[in-house]
C-alpha cells in the first residue's frame, strides 16, 4: 500500500472531484486540485509532479499549504504589485485641465506645465510631466478586418474573403519591369 501524503475527508473529496470534473476552472485551480486528488490517493509526489508538470518542491508546497489552511490553497492569493496611480476621476480632471485653456503668457499647455498645475491644484499629490503624457496618450485604434491585406505565397494578396488582388500584383510588376517604381 502506498503512503497517503494527506488525507482529504469525504466532503473534500466530493468537492474537489465535483470541481475538477464540472470544467469551468482556471488551469492553476485545476492543477491545484489534482493534485490534491492524487496526493490524497498515495501516488508518490514525483509522480504527481511529472504528470501535472509541477516542480517536486511546488507539490510539497501545496501539500503543507493545505494541510495548514484547508481548501483555500486552491484560491489565488492577491499579487503586490504597484498600486494604480490615478483612478479614473483623476484622469478626467487630467484631460478637462489639459482641454481647458492655457494660463495667460502661454499659448498651449506643455506637459510640465500640467503637472505643475496639477500639484498646484491639488488634484494629484505629486506628477511627473511623463505621467501626464501616458494619462493623455491616446490608444491607437486596430485596424478593421475589412481594411487588411494580407500577404500569402509570392506577390499575390488575398482581402479576408478570398478575392485576389491579381490587378494589383499585375500593375506592381509591370511597373517595376517599366523602371517606374525603384
Not at 500639484?119 to 501616458?134: D, F, G, M, N, R
Request: with cysteine; glycine share 6%.
Amino acid at each position: 500500500m502506498r503512503k497517503a501524503h494527506l488525507t482529504l475527508t469525504e466532503d473534500e473529496h466530493r468537492y474537489l472531484t465535483t470541481l475538477t470534473s464540472a470544467g469551468g476552472l482556471k488551469a492553476r485551480q485545476f492543477k491545484r486540485a489534482m493534485t490534491l486528488l492524487l496526493l490524497a490517493e498515495g501516488k508518490p509526489m514525483t509522480e504527481v509532479s511529472k504528470t501535472l508538470k509541477f516542480s517536486y518542491p511546488r507539490v510539497i508546497a501545496l501539500r503543507d499549504n493545505y494541510l495548514g489552511n484547508g481548501l483555500t490553497c486552491l484560491e489565488e492569493k492577491p499579487r503586490a504589485g504597484r498600486p494604480v496611480m490615478f483612478d479614473g476621476t483623476d484622469r478626467a480632471k487630467i484631460t478637462a485641465l489639459a482641454c481647458s485653456d492655457a494660463p495667460q503668457g502661454y499659448a498651449k499647455w506643455s506637459l510640465r506645465l500640467l503637472a505643475d498645475r496639477l500639484v498646484e491644484l491639488e488634484i494629484c499629490p505629486a506628477i511627473s510631466h511623463t505621467q501626464v503624457k501616458q494619462v493623455l496618450k491616446k490608444p491607437t485604434p486596430a485596424a478593421s478586418e475589412k481594411d487588411v491585406v494580407h500577404r500569402h505565397a509570392g506577390f499575390n494578396f488575398h482581402r479576408p474573403h478570398g478575392a485576389d488582388f491579381v490587378a494589383l500584383q499585375v500593375a506592381i510588376q509591370s511597373a517595376l519591369a517599366g523602371g517606374l517604381l525603384r
